[in-house]
Each structure stands twice: as C-alpha cells, then as structure tokens.
Nanobody
C-alpha cells in the first residue's frame, strides 16, 4: 500500500525555521513529481512548491522556502525560513505520476509569537 508520510511540523515564532520531510513508500520515486501544498483555516488548498529541474514556488514563499528531493531516501523536503504568521497552515505532501496522484495526511505548521 502506498504511503506519503510527513514529519517536521510544529510551532515556531515568526522569523524561525522548520524543515518538513515526506517519505514515499510503495511508489516509484523516480516517476513522481513531488510537491508541497498547504491549506490555511477557511482558505483553499494552494501549491507551495514543486520540485524539478527548475523548482516552482508560490510568490509568497519565494526566497524563503526551498524544496529538495533525495531519491536514495525516497524523500522530499521543504526548508522553510523567515516564517511568518501567514504561513500557518496544514502542509501536505503530494506526488503526481501518469495515471494518478497521491496525498499525505497533512502536518500542522503554526507560526505565532
């Protein structure tokens, strides 16, 4: 059974940093496009970052967040720096391949003083 398991969320003060991790199992990692989405309270889900030769970022996180992958660990990471209260959301790992897509269960990130 495939799984996308996120870790690394939590609470941090404004200006702080967090690293989210997502480990993929039972899916061919080399065939996947890996992304991070987030959903803030009472808002729709939005794309935060998409991995690739030229990563894509939401305008609000450019210069602060970095997406990376490690194929040997079948993992995708989201390094978040200079965190702001508006970054507070549930963050979801997402994998896309021909014929299907897959979501992680989500992990809470809270930025508050």
């Amino acid at each position: 059974q495939w799984r996308l398991v996120e870790s690394g969320g939590g609470s941090v003060q404004p200006g702080g940093s967090l690293r989210l991790s997502c480990v993929v199992s039972e899916l061919p990692f080399s065939s996947l496009t890996m992304r991070w989405y987030r959903q803030a309270p009472e808002k729709g889900r939005e794309l935060v970052a998409s991995a690739g030769a030229i990563p894509i970022y939401h305008d609000s996180v450019k210069g602060r967040f970095t997406i990376s992958t490690d194929s040997s660990r079948k993992a995708v990471y989201l390094d978040m720096t200079q965190l702001k209260p508006e970054d507070t959301a549930v963050y979801y790992c997402y994998a896309l391949r021909r014929g299907g897509d897959y979501w992680g269960q989500g992990i809470q990130v809270t930025v508050s003083s």
